[in-house]
Structure formats: C-alpha cells, structure tokens
C-alpha cells in the first residue's frame, strides 16, 4: 500500500523559509513522481512543484520559481519542498501525491498524503 506522509509545515513569518517533507513508502519500483499541490480557503488546488524520482526531472509553477526548491533523497524516499522568501498569499495546506510522471494536473495523482498546513503571518 502506497503511503505519503508529510511534515515540516507551520506559522512562519513572511520572508521566512520553512522546509516540507513528504515521506513515500509502498512503492514497487523506484519509477514515478512526487507532486506538491496547495489549496487555500476558498480557492481550488493547485499544482506546486513535482519530481521525477528516479530521473531527476522536475517542474515548478511560475509562481514559485525564484523561491521554492524540489528535491529529493531516494535513499529516505523523501521528497523535499524548501520555500524561501515566503508570502502571505503562500498560506495554504501543502498535499503530496503521487503519481508515474511528473506534472502539474492533481488528475493524474492516484495517492496523497494528509496534508500540512502552511501559515504565513505579516
């Protein structure tokens, strides 16, 4: 059974950094994709940033480049979301989900994790 389990989330000032993780296990081959998506009040999910775990490929949301980072540690199974210079519009709780390739469409991700909320204070 394919499980992901996020964590790192909290309130932080904005300009602040904070760092998400999101630990897969289950998983029968190395080969498939970890997405974050985000959904604040009132507004639809959206796609953040993915990676392609076994081919290092990884997308970002234009919204977010220049201050979010995807990575990953294939030895923990662990995906990584650093994200700098944080913004208030940045509240939101952060999902990871799972998925054979990597993109920005929540369709295409069969599994995700609880989520973690994410508050940016001013």
């Known amino acids: 059974e394919v499980q992901l389990a996020e964590s790192g989330g909290g309130l932080v000032q904005a300009g602040g950094s904070l760092t998400l993780s999101c630990a897969a296990s289950?998983?029968?081959?190395?080969?498939?994709?970890i997405a974050w998506f985000r959904q604040a009040p009132g507004k639809e999910r959206e796609g953040v940033s993915c990676?392609?775990?076994?081919?290092?490929?990884?997308d970002l949301a234009e919204a977010m480049k220049g201050r979010f980072t995807i990575s990953s540690d294939n030895a923990k199974n662990t995906v990584y979301l650093q994200m700098n210079s944080l913004k208030l519009e940045d509240t939101a709780v952060y999902y990871c989900?799972?998925?054979?390739?990597?993109?920005?469409?929540?369709?295409?991700?069969?599994?995700w994790g609880q989520g973690t909320q994410v508050t940016v204070s001013s």
């Open positions: 990676i392609s775990t076994s081919e290092g490929i990884t």
């Open positions: 989900a799972a998925a054979p390739v990597c993109g920005m469409v929540a369709a295409w991700y069969a599994w």
């Open positions: 289950g998983f029968t081959s190395d080969d498939y994709a």
